[in-house]
């Protein structure tokens, strides 16, 4: 039996092509009968390429339907109000990240946040270009805003979002030395750019990136965000997303991210937090 395998594993070999026809012939056949090859079996559900540099969080690969919405506070605070307010109807909770000379300006209204059941993040102490600091100024700076919330709230604050989006290796380094998670987004609302309330429904509700662990961003003063707010979250629910805090939607313990910016636990693959 093993002589007649042999000779035609041999056959096989000098005829490629028809090698191919049969492998995908019994691919076929075996999804016909229920039954699933080996080779599709092993990890499926591994992504394919890990990243080969380290990565801030853009997304949170997760089994449930939890996303998370985020607010940069670094301009104004005139919106802030009428935003809470629409969470608060709605029944959700999201993510603002303040800068430390807005928690100076506007410690009502941080308060406010606080109260409200929402995660306050770092975003930096004045709104640098991380990616021209050392790693002692980057830390100085994300140390810096920590320092003003705890003495205002209390709170030991764990999200970090770099200034600008602009992250390298130092940035990266110094919020996890400061006990960081560093958080981007995979779906950008544009809300600064101001294109109107259509346009911004439309980037959000539509996003092809928009899936299970997506991290949202949004301004807590642009000009059309108030008017849309309500019914992104209402188009979002619609489509059976869950919306929570970042807080709730990051794995917690030993994670690697793939090269999207996709964070995974290590243990397995498939678990939420």
Known sequence: MKTKLKNLFKALAKKPVLTYILLIAAI??????????????????????????????????????????????????????????????????????????????????????????????????????????SLEQNKEEIMKAHNKVKDLLGIDMELYRPPYGEYNSTVLSAAKECGYYAIQWDIDSLDWQEHGTEHEINQVLNHKHLGPGSIILFHNDTKYTPDCLDTIIKGLKDKGYELVPISELVLRGDYYMDHEGRQYLKETTETTS
């Not at 985020?70 to 301009?75: G, K, L, Q, T």
């Not at 969470?87 to 430390?100: I, M, P, Q, S, W």
Request: aromatic share 10%; charged share 20%.
């Open 28 to 133: 076929c056949l075996a999804g016909f009968l229920g039954v699933r090859p080996l080779a599709l079996s092993l990890s499926p559900s591994v992504p394919v390429s890990v990243a080969k540099k380290p990565l801030p969080i853009y997304c949170v690969n997760r089994n449930d339907n939890k996303i998370a919405i985020s607010f940069d506070a670094a301009w104004g605070a005139d919106d802030t109000d009428t935003i809470l307010d629409i969470l608060e109807k709605n029944d959700v909770r999201a993510t603002f990240f303040l800068c430390g000379y807005w928690v100076d300006k506007y410690p009502e209204e941080v308060k406010k946040m606080y109260e409200g059941g929402h995660d306050i993040g770092n975003h930096s102490a004045t709104h640098p270009h991380g990616a021209q600091l």
